[in-house]
């Protein structure tokens, strides 16, 4: 949800707010539930088309506000890169 190119996309203070709400209700629904928050897919060597490179500041942002507001529904931190060709996102 980190990708301006995604459907459901959120900016980080959307995500931690959405993931703190959702993880709130899952966890008392099923206390045994693992959560995984995805902290970022931007990497600073992906080629990205100016539109999108404002959202490179973000990576840092969204990671700190999900751990500050939702930290103790954390399980696991999804941290990873999609591989696009420059093409595809032009």
Sequence with gaps: M???WQIGY???QEYARAFTEFGKVMK???PDIKLIASAMC?????????????QKSEVVERAQLILEQGGNLVDYMAVHQ???H???IR
Aim: hydrophobic content about 35%; cysteine-free.
């Design 28 to 30: 008392w629904t099923d």
């Design 82 to 84: 999609y591989f696009i």
């Design 86 to 88: 420059t093409r595809m």
């Design 10 to 12: 959120k900016t980080p």
């Design 42 to 54: 931007f990497w600073g060597h992906v080629p990205l088309p100016p539109k999108f490179l404002d």
């Design 2 to 4: 980190d990708g301006p």
